[in-house]
């Protein structure tokens, strides 16, 4: 029967049909080629500013930090502190706690605040910034966001409800706004966010 159906079909029923196939096959390569395109960029571009951010607050004294906008503070002080890692052997988490209380808490603040924007506590937690929960919920607790805190504290105990206490988090950074706070504890307190001259260079 399907030998039948198949000699019915006109011959140009059959070329047209196999290259609709390969217009549909070329646009979902096509598509496929653009989208890894875009993603590439997009992490090039993020990547550049980046390093951008880095060359430019590698070194802070309490001038520079006055200039620095509200908007801009927070990721300043952040790209300060990465800027100390050492390029070769890049180990955040025997730095920032070497730090000054302000710089160690406000940079955990940051990247606890960001990486759950991306994918909520279950993804801070599932990542290796999970190192840090102990040192962001002490950031968060120095610079008035007890809220914030308490759901990361409750995120590191075992059988957490991650999903649960992602929520709680969101919906206390709507109301405690800790990168907020942060600018206010730096500029209550410029003294711990500025560099030494050797600070401005990293390890050997």
């Known amino acids: 029967m399907m030998t039948v159906i198949w000699e019915a079909l006109p011959a140009d029923s059959i070329l047209a049909g196999d290259r609709s196939v390969t217009v549909w096959l070329l646009l979902i390569l096509l598509a496929a080629v653009i989208g890894a395109y875009l993603w590439g960029l997009n992490r090039r571009e993020k990547k550049g500013h980046a390093d951008q951010l880095t060359a430019r607050y590698k070194s802070l004294d309490e001038s520079a930090l006055a200039e620095i906008p509200d908007d801009r503070l927070v990721d300043a002080v952040a790209a300060n502190v990465i800027a100390k890692l050492d390029p070769r052997r890049p180990d955040a988490y025997h730095l920032v706690p070497t730090l000054s209380q302000g710089r160690c808490s406000v940079y955990c603040v940051w990247l606890v605040c960001h990486e759950c924007a991306q994918g909520g506590l279950a993804g801070f937690y599932a990542g290796p910034s999970a190192v840090f929960a102990e ?56 003294g711990e966010f500025v560099d030494a001259p050797s600070d401005s260079h990293t390890s050997p």
């Open 135 to 190: 040192l962001a919920a002490d950031g968060l607790e120095l610079v008035g966001a007890v809220e914030c805190a308490a759901a990361v504290r409750a995120a590191m105990r075992e059988g957490a409800d991650l999903s649960a206490l992602s929520a709680s988090f969101d919906d206390a950074a709507k109301r405690e706004l800790p990168l907020e706070k942060c600018v206010a504890y730096i500029r209550d307190n410029p």
